[in-house]
């Protein structure tokens, strides 16, 4: 669960500053992927863990709202973890994660999944749940004959025998910075950083950049999609919307650059509305919106 305060800026390190309004709204990077590709379209399955208390029953019905199977998810005696999120006037935020339920999930969840989904798809993963997990999700996906998506946020390395089995891994900025120690202040520095992640066996990189779009570094070279450009309000969860909309768009079909360009119009919508699952976008909306943007 998400609380949101929002204040004409971020406060400095040990400043305490008055904030305009505050909310809770259903979050958790993993289920606003979910929400992202179920809104879209998608046929999706969550799996992971929330807690016995009042947080876990608005999540659930959330995602459930919005066409993600539920299925998978267990409860635990743990809190159901929590989000503390700053938003500044210009749409920037801070966020401290409160793991909580999520660190719960276990190899059982993760096999009890791949059991009873028989045919292959798309999985798509974070690192909110223990990096072990995180791991044995990926080995079972990529033996089971899935696509393998690896959203390392928040940021945290995982074993380098598992980076040969992500078909793509999806950073931004920080988190690339983070997990090659490198540079990232101009494009041929992300580009240069985007190529040690695939040094490590991933075959495609995809750097998120906000407003500055997105860069897809594969065996065929480096490839910059433009952004949509809007004015944002909140960027709460646009990361989020960006890699549910490219699983969705290559479940579809779609060619890796028309995903992408897909989930940059998703994105885009997503940080013009407050909030993490309730600023994602329907399919209808994200057609409109691409139709008035790119004609």
Known sequence: MDLVAAASRLPQKGETIFGSTFATFPGGKGANQAVAAGKLGGYVSMVGCVGNDSFANELLVSLKSNQVNINFIRHVDVATGTALITVGGEGANTIVV??????????????????????????????????????????????????????PAPARQIGIKCMPLVDIIIPNETELA????????????????????????????????????????????????????????????????????????????????????????VAALSVTRTGAQPSLPWRSEVEEFITVKRG
């Open 178 to 265: 983070l997990l090659t120690s490198s540079p990232v202040t101009t494009q041929d520095e992300v580009i240069s950083a985007a190529e040690k992640l695939r040094n490590l066996g991933t075959s495609t990189v995809i750097v998120t950049m906000g407003a500055k779009g997105a860069i897809c570094c594969s065996e065929s070279g480096s490839h910059h999609v433009k952004p949509y450009i809007v004015e944002a309000v909140d960027t709460t969860a646009a990361g989020d919307a960006y890699a549910g909309a490219l699983a969705t768009g290559l479940a579809e079909g779609k060619t890796l650059f028309d995903s992408m360009d897909f989930a940059a119009a």
């Open 98 to 151: 409160v793991g909580g339920a999520n660190m719960e999930c276990d190899f059982l969840d993760i096999d009890n999944a791949f059991e009873k989904i028989v045919e292959p798809g798309i999985l798509l993963v974070q690192n909110e749940i223990p990096r072990g997990i995180v791991e044995h999700a990926i080995r079972t996906a990529k033996y089971s004959g899935w696509m393998v998506i690896f959203n």
